[in-house]
């Protein structure tokens, strides 16, 4: 329909699945749960909004635009994308490879998934090929899932090489965008099965909603994830499919300006004695640099920081006037928090350790205010 994506997102109601006569900028929001059946004539029949809704299906039909998909679902909570994943694609004695650096909410997911359906996880660092390939030979792997940027050690993973080495051993490949968001990244293109990403975060861009969607590369796999969003009531519901509409036109600014602010404070914390080390794949000395600024039209603005000592992290958290202590990333303001204990509490020291994260990391989401003032607000926090 549209050739470039900052025209497809500021057009979104031209991908509604049926007409609205009043010509309306924002397509009606259908805030029912069931339809009159012997009312409608067109192509598309809907009877119960967990099933399909015509508000939920102009996003669902967007974003599968944008990615280069085949079928979309949108869901509730962005952890139920990756929940939906697993039920579509896993079964009872599965096996799935997943870079050590996730999600907390997706660790956590994992451990119920192997509790309760004795599913078989392989952590591993998508860095060392020679490592995945060995795990990928040696077990029936059904799945393959990473982040890029990984969170919260943001590693940048080389999409298009796990896709080949996943597909050669006849696993499907999945990668969580949450943090890259379509604008920037699209794993299709690398070759990726499925391309996840919570709606919460940047994409929705003002921290009004809790939502997720997934988008599949070809028909059968949409069909796929379309048959258990429906099974297993995953389905989002119009209202918050409105909210996340709203933020939608302006991601590619957005995007923009928290890759600036966040670039200028990663560069004053670099300066300062009470910081061991700035990680944010922006910055030049980060190992995968290259390969970020190939993959990504735009870095996201979320980097952590190694302060010298975890009293002086809590410190600067406890005294911030402006960064919030909050678990999530990607909105319109700035905020902190310390992975350890809140979006990544349900990783041992040992795990969180592996994966350079320790007591004394803070994750930073640099928003979108005017960056002197949020220097200010570092200096006078650690001061105090």
Known sequence: MYKNIETALSHIAKFAPIEDKSGASHFPIYNTATFDLK????????DYTRSDNPTREMLENLFTHVEGGAGCVCTHTGIATVALLFETVLKANSHILVEADCYG????LLKVFKEKYNITVHFAN???FEQLEEILKNNKIELVLCESPTNPGLKIIDLEKVSTLSHKYNALFAVDNSLATFISQRPLEFGADFSLFSTTKYISGHGSVVAGAIVAKTKELSEQIHYYANAHGRSQNPMDVFLISLGIPTLKIRMQEHEKNA???A?????QDYIKSVTFPAL??????????KQMSYIPGVFCVDFTSVELAEKFIENSKIFGEKCSFGSSDSRVEIPAKISHASFSKEELAAIGIS????RFSIGLENVQDLIEDIKQAVQK
Do not use: C, M, W
């Open 267 to 271: 560069e004053f914390l670099k300066t």
């Open 126 to 128: 998508f860095l060392d």
């Open 284 to 293: 030049k000395e980060h190992p995968q640099y290259e390969l970020a600024k």
């Open 263 to 265: 670039l200028e404070i």
């Open 105 to 108: 909410g997706t660790f956590r």
């Open 359 to 362: 007591d004394s990391t803070v």
């Open 39 to 46: 009312k409608q004539n067109g192509d598309k029949i809907y």
